[in-house]
T-cell receptor
Framework: KAGVTQTPRYLIKTRGQQVTLSCSPISGHRSVSWYQQTPGQGLQFLFEYFSETQRNKGNFPGRFSGRQFSNSRSEMNVSTLELGDSALYLC???????????FGNGTRLTVT | GQQVMQIPQYQHVQEGEDFTTYCNSSTTLSNIQWYKQRPGGHPVFLIQLVKSGEVKKQKRLTFQFGEAKKNSSLHITATQTTDVGTYFCAGLNYGQNFVFGPGTRLSVLP
């Protein structure tokens, strides 16, 4: 089985721009979660989607949004980028609520 | 909101020494999972603990879940250089989203 695929792997953007990150979960996994990882803050939960519905949301501003498509693929969008948004963005999929998370390799976003 | 703490933040050991990281949640957990992230990599699932007082072993790794389901520990016996990485605990709350601890970064000196 193919693992969780995230694209792109690296991204460089300028302050004020917006960015869209993509995640394809493991086949059969209907839950997709997004995390932000920074050296100072660790792994911070952004949101989780299940069957195209947002099931949980972390404490991030409204500039961070996401969606999930009928094939379970998910996108995350960040608008009006700030320098502090520079981070590794990890997507993870799971079968159900009690299953382990399977992470992708992440997208490293640098905002200049 | 729920908080998950881990100590220590960093641990440097000589190869062959033992290592333990501790995880504490501010609230009772549904279950707890442990992940390992190698430098430059992504978190990889190690184990899940569900029952109060549960103990599980994977070769040199021993995982415990506290009686109150609010704390957990990971113990590695006789560390090897392949154990290098950051170990995260992730508490699943009853709202069904994971809260990750800040991680313990392990360095193993050969």
């Amino acid at each position: 089985k193919a693992g969780v695929t995230q694209t792109p792997r690296y991204l460089i953007k300028t302050r004020g721009q917006q960015v869209t990150l993509s995640c394809s979960p493991i086949s059969g996994h209907r839950s997709v979660s997004w995390y932000q990882q920074t050296p100072g803050q660790g792994l911070q939960f952004l949101f989780e989607y299940f069957s195209e519905t947002q099931r949980n949301k972390g404490n991030f501003p409204g500039r961070f949004s996401g969606r999930q498509f009928s094939n379970s693929r998910s996108e995350m969008n960040v608008s009006t980028l700030e320098l502090g948004d520079s981070a590794l963005y990890l997507c993870a999929s799971r079968v159900d609520q009690n299953s382990p998370l399977h992470f992708g390799n992440g997208t490293r976003l640098t905002v200049t | 909101g729920q908080q998950v703490m881990q100590i220590p933040q960093y641990q440097h050991v000589q190869e062959g020494e033992d290592f333990t990281t501790y995880c504490n949640s501010s609230t009772t957990l549904s279950n707890i999972q442990w992940y390992k992230q190698r430098p430059g990599g992504h978190p990889v699932f190690l184990i899940q603990l569900v029952k109060s007082g549960e103990v599980k072993k994977q070769k040199r790794l021993t995982f415990q879940f506290g009686e109150a389901k609010k704390n957990s520990s990971l113990h590695i016996t006789a560390t090897q250089t392949t154990d290098v990485g950051t170990y995260f605990c992730a508490g699943l709350n009853y709202g069904q989203n994971f809260v990750f601890g800040p991680g313990t970064r392990l360095s193993v000196l050969p």
